[in-house]
């Protein structure tokens, strides 16, 4: 018996199966690959050759800035959802991304990218 790790055609992990190859194959899908071990699909993913790390957000992981001013932040992927403390508050674009708080205090923002990109999230202290 063996360890297998099954990613869906986009490459992520869908299920670890413990048994025969011959039996693992049939619930590869579509598309998909195995591969041999147990991988983390949260911080990992195949990219058609082989399983790699999934990219981080060059997001820290607290930052301070003043109330109202601005907080730039760039490298955020396209599509990236940008939530504070759980609410949407837009989607990047691609290119630099403008963060302003209107009240002192401290605000969780979470970025949630497409995939193979990790989830990323901040403390940001607004004084």
Same mark, same amino acid.
Not at 36 to 60: C, H, I, K, Q, Y
Not at 77 to 102: K, M, Q, R
């Given at each position: 018996?063996?360890?297998?790790?099954?990613? #869906?055609?986009?490459?992520?992990?869908?299920?670890?199966?413990?048994?025969?190859?011959? #039996?693992?194959?049939?619930?590869?899908?579509?598309?998909?690959?195995?591969?041999?071990?147990?991988?983390?699909?949260?911080?990992?993913?195949?990219?058609?050759?082989?399983?790699?790390?999934?990219?981080? /957000?060059?997001?820290?992981?607290? @930052?301070?800035?003043?109330?109202?001013? #601005?907080?730039? /932040?760039?490298?955020?992927?396209?599509?990236?959802?940008?939530?504070? #403390?759980g609410?949407?508050v837009?989607?990047?674009?691609?290119?630099?991304?403008?963060?302003?708080?209107?009240?002192? @205090?401290?605000?969780?923002v979470?970025?949630?990218?497409?995939?193979?990109? @990790?989830?990323?999230?901040?403390?940001?202290?607004?004084?």
């Amino acid at each position: 018996m063996s360890s297998w790790s099954i990613f #869906d055609s986009d490459g992520r992990k869908t299920v670890q199966f413990y048994g025969r190859e011959k #039996d693992c194959d049939l619930n590869v899908p579509a598309g998909g690959a195995k591969v041999a071990g147990n991988f983390d699909g949260d911080a990992e993913f195949f990219d058609g050759a082989s399983v790699v790390s999934r990219p981080t /957000l060059p997001v820290p992981v607290a @930052q301070t800035v003043a109330a109202g001013a #601005d907080w730039t /932040l760039t490298g955020i992927p396209a599509g990236t959802e940008i939530y504070t #403390d759980g609410e949407l508050v837009g989607t990047a674009d691609g290119n630099d991304v403008d963060l302003t708080f209107p009240s002192a @205090q401290v605000w969780t923002v979470e970025f949630v990218p497409p995939f193979p990109h @990790q989830v990323a999230s901040t403390e940001v202290t607004v004084t």
